[in-house]
């Protein structure tokens, strides 16, 4: 069974790791080897963390991603998420520059000797954009479980 430890290991790789606002701050929470998957961007997988950090570098200054659920077996962990990416230039029309895209999405995690192994993401990509992802959250938060499962990213 995975253990408490290992549950927050999850948790923290995704709100300080990829959230963490620098390229190297997922690493602490995962194995030099690992393999990570992406179902939207990268259909071959990731091996090891130089090509890891690679593939989402220019992401990291200004991604958010905030853990909603997490569920542990004996596998391993999966957990939803919402990551918020910052628009710094005008490449989604002037009047979004500023804003937040945001997108929803679920993450299968294996563990070995207490760091990740091996990450799968599944998500479609970005669901729209928001005026900012700190009132966006907060607001979900408020919500039911039943209407949080109603709606995108954007609601």
Request: proline share 4%; no cysteine; glycine share 10%.
């Amino acid at each position: 069974m995975v253990t408490k430890a290992e549950v927050e290991v999850a948790r923290r790789l995704f709100e300080e790791g990829w959230g963490g606002g620098h390229p190297d701050a997922p690493k602490q929470f995962m194995t030099d080897d690992i393999v990570m998957r992406d179902i939207v961007g990268h259909a071959e997988p990731l091996r090891g963390w130089e090509e890891v950090r690679k593939f989402w570098e220019a992401a990291a200054p200004t991604l958010k991603t905030k853990v909603e659920d997490v569920y542990a077996s004996d596998k391993g962990v999966a957990l939803t998420w919402i990551a918020y990416v910052q628009i710094a230039d005008e490449s989604m029309g002037a009047e979004n520059k500023g804003k937040w895209i945001a997108g929803e999405g679920m993450s299968r995690l294996e563990f070995r000797d207490g760091k990740v192994s091996l990450e799968v993401d599944y998500w479609h990509g970005p669901q729209g954009v928001v005026e900012d992802w700190e009132p966006h959250w907060a607001r979900r938060q408020e919500m039911s479980r039943k209407d949080k499962g109603a709606i995108t990213a954007m609601g």
